[in-house]
């Protein structure tokens, strides 16, 4: 019987946590803006939250 090798695991474990940060980052950077957000387009902050979940939830 051959002995297959396993995939190379750390290299896709990488991969996967590079995605996950970039995503994360992403969705996370938007929170510090929120109050200029606000005062640009003329709502309440937590109008502005529900747009970017909104916003993030259609993605």
């Known amino acids: 019987m051959p002995d297959l090798a396993a995939p190379p695991r750390p290299l896709s ?10 995503i994360v980052t992403t969705e996370f950077l938007i929170a510090g ?7 640009d387009l003329r709502i309440s902050i937590s109008t ?4 970017v979940t909104l916003f993030a939830r259609s993605r």
């Open 13 to 22: 474990i990488a991969l996967l946590a590079i995605s996950e940060f970039v």
């Open 33 to 39: 803006l929120l109050p200029a957000l606000a005062r």
């Open 48 to 51: 502005a939250g529900q747009l």
